[in-house]
């Protein structure tokens, strides 16, 4: 507000009434989001007695707690960046190279689909693709003679995971990048060609950095996504792999690590992750748009 | 030897013939418009100059190479489209500097170059603001500053004012005439609207469903249609059909006046072209007249412009306004008064 | 990019999509050894229990829906119409879900809600569902907020609302007659993305011990061989139809308008 003399009555009346058209929802975020979100944070903190510490916190750091965000982590970058890459090319295939338009639809279609359907019965789908038993595993082995298993790869692994998730990873990208490669202008394109510039020129100096801020904030929400994702990963792995989302539901479900509290700690931890990758996705984007308003 | 030279250029997009049997000849330095309704061609011509679409079939040869099927990046064009197509991301001086720094130049050389780029075309403090931090006219500018920067052979503008304000529009023809009269290059502007192909041009090409309808200078274009579609896309003109009584004189009657233009005419029936300005209030000795009655009368300011019947045909009439004379009034029989060297034959 | 590069990326792109759904459709059909057969869906349909977790999906589905119809279109109304400044500030809190995992919000629920808290809510059943169901609105209120808030930019509520008003109208017909009418097939979309969410949710459902869909899925997946492809099967194919009848009523409504 500027410094003016106070405002009449009537107009502090409506101002009220305003804020309390959207009290409903605030009440709801606050309840079921912010609070909930709150009582981990502050949990993270607290004895069981409720007195301040940063005892739980030290307690994440142990070998296996570690080694669990670290897998996690891994999981998370690869599937996010594989997925960026992948989504990208298929949108860029699918808007800029020269194929029928009617195949644009479908694609989007099955990209809502494909990206909408995680969870238990994505794990499932690779089980009986990937698994001992899986489609492509009995293929190559007597197609081929390939041994998928002898070559090292198991689908409750770092890989298997990461293969797993791209399968919603890459539609979520191809459905956030297309809009974004249809903003990209063909005079642009056609301005950058007579200015003498190669097509690698003009992706690098034009198209790349106008798309950069869509594709790091998808990347941020693709990372997030993976790191939080909890039925995939429990019912492709069991409790084999050892991951923070499987780490924590276990804790939740049962108090394996034998310390509640610990439980606060390690879901603070994904908080700050997640959070993390968002400030830093925030700052680049502040940085990259300068050119915007 | 010419400098720019199109000829017998084709193209179709499936079944549709875009561009037929186009040639063209530019000398260096010539500022050339393409001027025709939208779907003409003229853009597709301009396309097929800059590399974007490859011609159906037909040569282009700039000094004296062919291009014709060179990619856009080799042709060494620049190019200022309609919507600005400012590199949104890149600064004003960094999309000015663009094209030479594709081609590796170094950064002094870089700077210097978008420095006197900035400064012909009038805005050497925006070297630092993004695109749209500036107005239309200004993106415009900085377009053809980007344009121009690399020294291209050719330049080629397709319709860069049409996403300006009248007054704007006005004040950015003339900048881009002295700039390309100043530089001496060979420039190919394509548009829809007359008044600038003929304020700006040294010669026009007409065309008209994919052909070039007429090549020549602005005066001859507006005084010399022709065809029947030159003569009515480029000004105003009143069409008139004409019975043709004497051949040889080039007698002829239009709506109950007579007119003797003498020169030859076919016989049977012609189709007279008549400029709204050419016609004048009242009898004069010397001049052909024709007779009507006025049914509509629009008060332009300068211009008074008269709707007039001449029985069985309709004139549109200019007169300038003067202090002097009364308005004539709706409803008014009267004479007006022409040069038959005027009239414009356009055939049957 | 040259159109062959273009059909190679797409063409393998799409091999990797479908491969898993072959992998999946074919286990569901291999119950009888030797040859195809439907045994996996029968056993699935005859089972009880699959009957109740997903009517009570269903259920929940449904009434996720409506409270969050009930949430979000009169908020998002309200800020387009009075508070324009907020609409960030409203923006970035819904856009949350996506960024704080689920497994988080729900173990802020079990601690905050416990039955020693203020608010008992999972000391009983129907306010564990009841709970549940708020967990649900949370995880799709980024796909309803965005659905809404889209569809109110393309009509005008400011003009709409006036003439409204101008006409003797509460905020109850407004809302009911006019702007909720007038954004149906966006709240639609976010219906359908909502019912696909819910169906397939597992962590909130599992770790707030509710009998729905989700767990009993991964407790199949746990314990017998070729239901769960089945029940996989099942599962994509909802979410196949809820995608579905997106493009179908945003297109039918498209026809509807040029008609006009």
Redesign the interface.
């Known amino acids: 507000m500027t410094e003016q003399s106070p405002p009449p009555p009537r107009r502090t009346f409506h101002l009220n009434l ?2 309390l ?2 009290m ?2 605030a009440l ?2 606050l ?3 912010v ?6 944070v502050v ?1 993270a903190f607290q004895r069981p007695d409720g007195s301040f510490t940063f005892a739980n916190i030290a307690g994440l750091f142990t070998p296996s707690i570690l080694s669990s965000y670290w897998i996690s982590i891994k999981i998370s970058v690869s599937s996010a960046a594989i997925g960026c890459l ?1 989504g990208f ?2 949108a ?3 808007v ?4 029928p338009r009617g ?1 644009r ?1 479908p ?1 989007m ?2 990209s ?3 990206s ?11 089980l ?3 698994g001992p038993l ?3 595993t009995v293929f190559l082995r007597t197609e081929f003679g390939i041994n998928l298993r002898a070559m090292g790869f198991n689908i409750l692994s770092f890989w298997g995971l990461t293969i797993t998730y ?2 919603f990873q ?2 979520l990208m191809i459905l956030i990048v297309t809009p974004a490669l249809d903003g990209l ?1 063909r ?2 394109r ?9 097509g690698a ?1 003009y992706w690098r ?2 198209a790349l ?2 798309l950069f801020p869509t594709i790091l904030g998808t990347f941020a ?1 693709l990372f ?2 993976a ?2 994702a ?2 995939t990963a ?2 492709l792995t ?1 409790s084999s792999l050892n991951i923070v ?1 499987i780490m ?2 276990a804790q ?2 049962g108090d394996v690590l034998g310390d509640p509290h610990l ?2 700690a390690m ?1 603070f931890g ?2 700050l992750v ?2 993390l990758a ?1 400030v830093v996705y925030i700052v680049l984007r502040m940085r990259s748009e ?4 | 030897m010419t400098f720019l030279t199109i000829s017998r250029l084709e193209k179709s997009f499936g079944a549709n013939r875009v561009v037929k049997d186009f040639n063209l000849e530019v000398e260096k330095g010539e500022f050339i418009s393409l001027l025709g309704p939208s779907g003409c061609g003229k853009t597709t011509v301009l396309r097929m100059v800059a590399g974007f679409e490859l011609p159906s079939a037909g040569r282009i040869t700039i000094a004296g190479k062919d291009v014709s099927r060179l990619r856009p990046n080799h042709r060494n064009i620049g190019m200022v489209f309609q919507a600005y197509a400012l590199f949104p991301n890149l600064t004003v001086a960094q999309n000015v500097g663009f094209g030479l720094k594709v081609k590796g130049a170094p950064a002094r050389e870089i700077a210097a170059r978008v420095a006197e780029m900035l400064a012909l075309i009038g805005l050497p403090e925006m070297g630092e603001r993004y695109p749209y931090q500036l107005s239309g006219g200004q993106q415009q500018r900085v377009a053809l500053a980007r344009a121009l920067a690399p020294k291209p052979q050719v330049l080629l503008l397709d319709e860069p004012l049409s996403a300006l304000d009248a007054k704007v529009r006005v004040s950015l023809r003339n900048e881009i005439r002295a700039i390309q009269r100043e530089l001496g290059i060979t420039t190919i502007f394509v548009t829809h609207d007359q008044e600038e192909a003929l304020s700006m041009s040294d010669r026009i090409v007409v065309m008209h469903q994919g052909v070039a309808d007429q090549v020549g200078t602005p005066f001859d274009i507006y005084n010399r249609p022709a065809t029947r579609f030159v003569a009515g896309f480029v000004g105003t003109l009143n069409t008139l059909t004409a019975q043709v009584i004497d051949p040889a004189s080039g007698h002829v009657r239009v709506g109950g006046s007579d007119l003797v233009l003498g020169r030859a005419l076919p016989g049977g029936e012609v189709v007279l072209g008549l400029r709204p300005e050419m016609l004048r209030l009242g009898a004069e000795p010397g001049m052909a007249s024709l007779t009507g009655t006025i049914t509509e009368l629009d008060f332009l300011g300068s211009v008074i412009r008269l709707r007039l019947d001449l029985g069985d045909q309709r004139l549109a009439v200019d007169l300038f306004n003067t202090t002097r004379a009364t308005p004539p009034r709706v409803g008014d029989s009267v004479t007006l008064a022409l040069d038959p060297a005027d009239a414009l034959v356009i055939g049957a | 990019m040259t159109r062959a590069a273009s059909w190679a990326i797409l063409l393998l792109g799409l091999t990797y999509f479908i491969l898993p759904l072959l992998g999946m459709i074919e286990f569901s059909l291999s119950m009888r050894r030797g040859e195809y057969s439907f045994d996996a869906y029968v056993a699935v349909l005859g089972d009880p229990q699959f009957r109740q977790t997903f009517s009570y999906s269903v259920m929940m589905a449904l009434l996720t829906i409506v409270f969050g119809m009930l949430l979000v279109v009169p908020t998002a109304f309200w800020v387009r119409l009075k508070l324009p400044h907020l609409r960030p500030v409203i923006e970035f809190i819904t856009l949350l879900p996506l960024v704080i995992p689920a497994i988080v919000v729900v173990f802020g629920y079990i601690r905050l809600y416990n039955t020693s808290s203020w608010l008992p809510l999972t000391g009983s059943v129907l306010g564990t569902n009841l709970l549940l169901m708020f967990g649900y609105a949370t995880l799709s209120l980024p796909y309803m907020y965005r659905a809404v808030d889209t569809g109110l930019r393309t009509i005008d509520v400011t003009t709409l609302t006036e003439a409204a008003q101008s006409l003797g109208a509460g905020w109850i017909t407004i809302l009911g007659r006019i702007i909720l009418p007038n954004v149906l097939v966006a709240v639609l979309s976010g219906a359908f993305v909502t019912f696909a969410i819910v169906m397939g949710e597992f962590t909130m459902a599992a770790l707030l011990n509710r009998p729905a869909f989700g767990p009993y899925l991964q407790l199949m997946g746990a314990n017998k061989a070729y239901e769960p492809f089945a029940l996989a099967t099942i599962a994509f194919i909802i979410t196949w139809a809820c995608m579905g009848l997106i493009q179908l009523v945003t297109r039918f409504t498209k026809h509807d308008k040029a008609a006009r």
């Open positions: 305003n804020w058209g959207v409903p929802f709801f975020v309840l079921f989001l609070m909930p979100t709150m009582k981990i949990g992948i090319l298929m860029a295939a699918m800029l190279g020269g194929l195949l639809s694609l279609t099955f809502g689909v494909a909408n359907f995680a969870g238990v019965p994505l794990a499932f789908a690779f009986a693709t990937l899986g489609l492509v791209l399968f890459i539609p202008k005079e642009w056609e301005a950058a060609s007579c200015l003498g510039a190669t020129q100096m034009v950095p106008i929400l997030a996504n790191f939080g909890v039925a429990i019912a069991g989302p924590l539901f939740i479900r439980g606060y879901a994904m908080i997640t959070g968002n300068r050119w915007l308003k």
